[in-house]
Structure formats: C-alpha cells, structure tokens
C-alpha cells in the first residue's frame, strides 16, 4: 500500500503545525463541457475542464492556508469543493477525520455549520432585502440553534461588535445599502463566524474593497480565527498579501499545485519557475526597482486541453523535452517545501 | 513616423480644472481645482482610490463626461489650445488624433460580433476618410505588430483573444490615428499580474518608441511607480501631493499618500500587520471643510479643520503637497 502518491500525503500532513483538521486526497473537479446534439453523437471521448486536477494538501487546526494564482488556476473550484459545495469527480476531504464527499446531506448538515465562506464581493453576497439582523442571523435560523428570538438577538448582536460594527444596535436594523463596503464585508465575516466554525474558506475577500481599507478587514479576519481557533483557506491572486498573512501558500496553476511551502520561504525562495514569475510579476512601489526582469510570455492555457507533461512548459524559459513528457511529481525539495518540477528531481 | 523631441515642453497643462456631476440630491464635487502639467513624451501617474475623482479628470480632458457632468471652472490646455470652450464637433478632431483614450474593463470594451481587425479599420476610417482598402489592412497589420499581436489574427472575433490580447487589441485601436497623447484609465487592473506586467511593459515600450505622452490612472500605486515620471496623488476630488515619482515614492509627504503606500502590501522584506488608513473616503455630495483628508488624518490639527491647504512645494523641489505641516 505505500503507493508514490499516499507517502506524499503522509509527509505533507507531517508539516501541519499541532492537530490536522483537514485532509484532502487527489481531489479532482472536472466539469462536462456542454456540446450541441450532433458532437455528441460524433466525438467519442467526452471532454471536460479540467478546474482541479488531483491536489493532495492537509490544512491544520487554526492555520491560514493561503491558494494564490492566477484566474483559471482552479483556486475558487478547489474552495468549493472543500466545504462540498460542489461535489469532486473523485478524491476524498477529510474533514475532522471523516470524508465529507461521500456524505449524504442529511449528514452533511451538521458538520455545515462548522464550515462556512467569505464570498468576494460583498455587494452581491448579502440579500439587499433583508436586514443586518436577519442576514446574520439566518445561519442561527437554518442550523435551529438559537432558543428564543431574545437569544438569537443577543447573539447576532455578540457577533456584531466582535467585527466591531459598534455599537451593535445601531446596525440591526438597516439594510446593506446604508452600510460601506467594508461595513458590508464585517457583516460577512459577522455571519461567517457566528456558528463558530471551525474552517473558513475566504474567496478573495478584500479584492472588491479600497486599498485604504482592505488591511482592516484583513486584520479582522485573522483576529477572528485566531479568537474562534479556527482554520482558514485563504483563496487570493496577490500574492504579496498571502506572504504576509498566511502560514502556508499553495501555488496553483491549471488545477494543480506547483509549490507549496511556508508563506514567507515560499515569496523570498521560490523554486517553481511559475511562483518565480509569478512573484517577479507583482509590481513594487519603488520607482527604482522596474520590472525590467523578463516577464514570462503567454497567457494560462485552456484547462479543457492542458499541456502535456508539465502542465507550464509551454511558457516555462527552462523547459526541456523530459518536461513534455512526463508530469512532474510534487516532493519535498526541502522541509515542509515541495515544488513540481523536473528542475528539482 | 514621428520623431521622438526630448524637449520637455508640457504638451497638457490643467488648471483648476473644476469637474461637478448634477444629481437629485445636489452637485457631486468630484474633481476641485485639479492642476497638473504632462510633459512631451512623459507619463504622469493619476493615483487615488475609487471616487477620488481620477477617472473623472480623465473624462473631462476629452470632455466624454457622463451626463449630469459639467467642467464649471477650469483650463485644459493640450498644444497650445484650451479644451474647455471648444464645441463638439472642434472636439472631435481632438479625440483619437490628439488625445485618445483605453477604458478599464478590457474584456467588455471590443463588440463581439465583429472580428478585432474590421473595428481597428474602422477607427482608422473614420479618421481618414480617402484611405483604400489596402492600405487599411495594412495600417492594421502594422498596429498589431506595434502592440504584440500576429497580423494574421486581424481575421478573429474578440472571444478568440485571451483577455491579454483584447487589452492589447484596445492599446492598438487607440493608437489607429497616431494620438499624442494616450490616456490608459486602470490598464490591466482586471488582467493577472503577469499579464498586468506584459501590457506595462508595452505601454512603457510604446511611449519610448513613438514619443507618446501618457496619463495612466490607477489605484495601484505599484503600477505608477514603475511607469510614470511624475505622480499626482488625489484624494476626494483634489490633488493632494504631486511631484516626480522618485521624489514622491522616496519621500512621501502627505500623510494620506504615506497611509496608501504603507496599506499596500509588499512583496519584498519581513511579514508586518497591514496598516490601514481609519475611516472612510468621504461623501463628495457633502466633503470635509477645509483640508478634505482630516477626519482621517492621524496628524489633524486645528488649522486643518477651518482652512484648506494649497499644494506648494516645501522641502524638495519638483514635489509639491498640501498639507499644514508643511
């Protein structure tokens, strides 16, 4: 049983600082793309996207696990596969020691309201006809937690203060659209943490929101995990900000993981000749330092078709025959630092 | 072909350039007496978070307002000749010719059902109205080879471009009648950064080689740093610092400019907690008196509330701020 793939997984979780909470195995999401009636009676063979093509990672209990990459790297997919709000092609997810994909809803249920999201946009991601108090509260309603509408206000109005919409009363009854962006974005967060979850997957939380005012919403964010113990899954395509929020920073490029490593190593020592790019990629403001280092050429190719062998050899300035070929395992390069690619094997 | 004058004569002078929009609840004060030079063949950054007023500068040099928007008070000199009292028509021959303009959003800025090179031509025709057919295609060819892209890719329709290639294909349109001046309003903000760094380096390229002056407006103060020479940072509605971009960047002086460099994080040196900046832009409908930055700024005096600061230049020359700590 000590197959190439399983020993892998074995010595990632081994990197999980304290307690595992979450394991995930081969994890693939592939997507049927829809054909008009005659392909489908011509063309054979089925063709998909390819979101998540076989990622294996555990995350621990109060981690901040950081996914940064490119649009069309899979990175919101595997989000959503993890808290199953998509069911995976095949793979498993562990969470807290049972797999939650082969779960039946009804199983589900429970362990939903230890699993929550941060949606990116927080303009869309709130009901514009309900109030503060019902939107927050709505998880309390559907998990039937709360006893008593006095105690459902008195939590909502706990949560509140805690993502400091101070003083709480004020808030409760108004609508999203008399709140500010990052007002609207602490009353996600409010409703993502008011069953005390114990994982929070956050999709680009701060994207949508002012410079001037992303760094609050981000320091409330790890304050409340760290207050609520719980773990983080950090989706982000700055990678300058995963580096100084996360432990960890998984970088994905079309469905597959091309390093992951400690947040800090992983920006200042990149192995994979995409984080390398990637990294190069990220302008400084600094008039001085101009980007004059070459920027890689090309744009991500199609998940429905992706290249042989390494999956970004087709823009990679070391690539070689071997990397047509064959596909490069993710391994340990150094402690707790794996990278896929030949380069280092 | 142009020929490239390193002369540093100001090819766009603003001044007091006062931009209000009409609305139901009163005038929005979006851009307050805005006063900027851009010199031949250089680029100026434009730097602010949303409703700053940036775009809205942008809108008014080409005088493209939306409706409701009004220039009430101002210059906008562009070779020698104010902006602001021309007619429509005496604007027409300044768009595209002289000053011409890439909008954010990329990927929604191409029709979709016409293939990228006949909506290249057709700027081109409009332009020229004697110019053969050939001789189009020809022009078409040589702007997509400018901006990167295969001639031969004339022939496909904008869903055939990756989004690099369709901000490309916009760089291309808006160079069709030899502009001297280009204005890019968040180039690239919606691409990745790799393609971000691609379509920088582009624009970077083509003002080196065509003496192209620029305005780049951005939020990203990264962005402007690597491209522009001079910077103009706005802050609901007025400039708040401006000055040459090593200047400003090395030594910022107002505390909002500093608060923004520092709420960026920065992918080099040690992991810190992100600082952020208190509060809230404000409502333009109704701005702060006097300095419009003081409800925020961790430096508020007395004088700050009762009376507004002028943008002068204090210690460093090039660079000026407006700020009373100065």
Redesign the interface.
Known sequence: MESKPDSQNDTQSRDVVGDELLRIENLRKHYPLRKGFFETLLSKNEQTVKAVDGVSFSVGKGEIFALAG??GSGKTTLGKVLLRLVQPTSGSVHFQGRDITTLTDRELKPLRRLMQIVFQDPFESLNPRLIIKEIVAEPLRVQRIAKGEAEVEERVKKILSEVELFPPEEYLYRYPHEL?G?QRQRVTVARAFILDPSFIVADEPVSML???????I??LMIDMVKKHSASIIFIS?????A???ADRIAVMYLGKFMELAP??EL?DQPLHPYSQ???S???????????TKD???G??PSPIDPPSGCRFHTRCPYAHERCVREEPQLVEASKGHYVACHLYT | MRFVVHSLMPILQVEELTTHYRTQRGWVRAAEGVSFNVDEGQALGLAG??GCGKSTVALSLLKILPSGGRIRKGKIIFDGQDLVPLSEAEMRKIRWKGISIVFQGAMNALNPVYKVGDQIAEAIKIHEHNISGSETKERVAKLFEMVGIEPSRADNYPHEF????RQRALIAMALAANPKMLIGDEPGTAL???????T??LLRDLRDRLGLSMILIS?????I??TCDKVAIMYAGKIVEYGD??SL?KNPQHPYTQ???K??????G?????????G??PDLLHPPAACRFHPRCPYVMDICKKEEPLLLEHTEKNHNVACHLY
């Open positions: 490119e649009s500010s990052g002012d410079v001037s005012i992303r760094a609050e981000i320091n395509h700055d990678i300058a900000l580096k100084h929020i947040a800090q920006v790019a990637l990294i990629a990220v302008p400084v403001p600094d008039p001085e330092s101009k980007r920027v890689i050429s744009e991500i | 978070e949303s990756s989004g690099g290639m990745d950064v790799i393609v971000q760094a691609q920088l380096r939020h990203d103060l990264s962005i740093a690597e971009t090593n960047f608060g923004l460099i709420a960026f994080p920065s992918i080099k040690e992991r810190v907690r992100l600082t952020s900046i208190p809230q832009p």
